[in-house]
């Protein structure tokens, strides 16, 4: 069985940082890949990252590019994401999510249960 446990969550200010945790089980990072999906209030999830297990490529969507950075170690199947210069608009419930890569899309199927990211302007 597939779970994912997301952690770190809370209210920061803007320009602040945040650093989310992300621990899996029913699946290693050797096989598939992990990555971030958010959703914030009245819109669509949407993915905002992945690291592949392939090969270690990352995507970053345009919102979060040059500001989020995802990691993970395959030893521990944890995965994060280090949240640096939030904006308001970031503020979002952010999932943790299996994902996968291919040229020009990318596949989420599995996510936790998210938390909270708030940032207050």
């Known amino acids: 069985e597939v779970q994912l446990v997301e952690s770190g969550g809370g209210l920061v200010q803007a320009g602040g940082s945040l650093r989310l945790s992300c621990a899996a089980s029913?699946?290693?990072?050797?096989?598939?890949?992990i990555g971030w999906l958010r959703q914030a209030p009245g819109k669509e999830r949407e993915g905002i990252s992945c690291i592949s297990s392939s090969d270690g490529k990352t995507y970053y969507a345009d919102s979060v590019k040059g500001r989020f950075t995802i990691s993970s170690d395959n030893a521990k199947n944890t995965a994060w994401l280090q949240m640096n210069n939030l904006k308001p608009e970031d503020t979002a419930v952010y999932y943790c999510?299996?994902?996968?890569?291919?040229?020009?899309?990318?596949?989420?199927?599995?996510w936790g249960q998210g938390t909270q990211v708030t940032v207050s302007s």
């Open positions: 999510a299996r994902c996968d890569m291919k040229p020009g899309s990318r596949y989420y199927d599995y």
């Open positions: 029913g699946f290693t990072f050797d096989e598939r890949g």
